[in-house]
């Protein structure tokens, strides 16, 4: 038996026996979307409704590719690290190192987050985010949140003041202009995050 099917006849076992309702998917591929909606379809199961990936100012990968399959299949985006682990706050510029925050106390994890790239992306999203009367947070959790293939966001935080903190972006509504100046900047920072690019 191939892995899509052992993974789908798994899921429809639980959702016979009353245990979940829907399912999704996490850090998944187009060509894995693709392979689980096919053997869903020939196998008689319910299609995942979400996938959990990576999106943030600093990656929409998501939009040159998978993008296409999920809407087709009319699969949500669940982003996670929208704030690109605290990067997207601002807090790390200048080389700054806060005590307590997690890549001051990792610095090893996830470090493409942390790159030159992403943090001259950064300063262009503050600048954006300064202009705007707004925090760079704030900014890049509302551009998941004026995003019409994302279902929910993923948040993370370390204190409460923090999880209010990114609660309050979700009450701010970015206007066109806004979203022009985000989506030039990207233009010319581009997928800052991924790992693949060698510095």
């Not at 789908?8 to 309702?21: C, E, P, S, W």
């Not at 929409?60 to 605290?86: K, M, Q, T, V």
């Not at 001259?120 to 949140?145: G, N």
Request: aromatic share 12%; net charge negative.
């Amino acid at each position: 038996m191939i892995a899509f099917d052992e993974q789908v006849l798994t899921i429809k076992r639980l959702i016979d026996a009353g245990k979940i309702r829907y399912w999704g998917v996490c850090n998944e591929t187009t060509y894995g979307i693709c392979r689980l909606v096919e053997a869903c379809d020939r196998l008689g199961v319910p299609r995942p409704v979400s996938v959990q990936n990576s999106y943030s100012l600093v990656n929409r990968r998501f939009e040159a590719d998978l993008i296409e399959a999920c809407y087709y299949y009319n699969i949500h985006l669940l982003p996670w690290s929208p704030l690109s682990r605290g990067a997207l706050t601002g807090k790390y510029l200048e080389n700054s190192q806060p005590e307590g925050a997690r890549h001051t106390l990792f610095p090893d994890h996830m470090s493409q987050y942390f790159s030159d790239r992403v943090m001259e992306a950064t300063k262009t999203y503050s600048e954006i985010a300064k202009r705007h009367q707004m925090k760079v947070s704030h900014l890049a959790l509302s551009f998941c949140k004026s995003r019409w293939f994302i279902g929910a966001t993923i948040v993370g935080s370390t204190k409460i003041p923090q999880l209010q903190d990114n609660l309050d972006a979700f009450d701010i509504e970015l206007n066109e202009n806004i979203i022009k100046e985000i989506n030039d900047a990207y233009l010319k920072h581009g997928d800052a995050a991924q790992p693949f690019y060698i510095e």
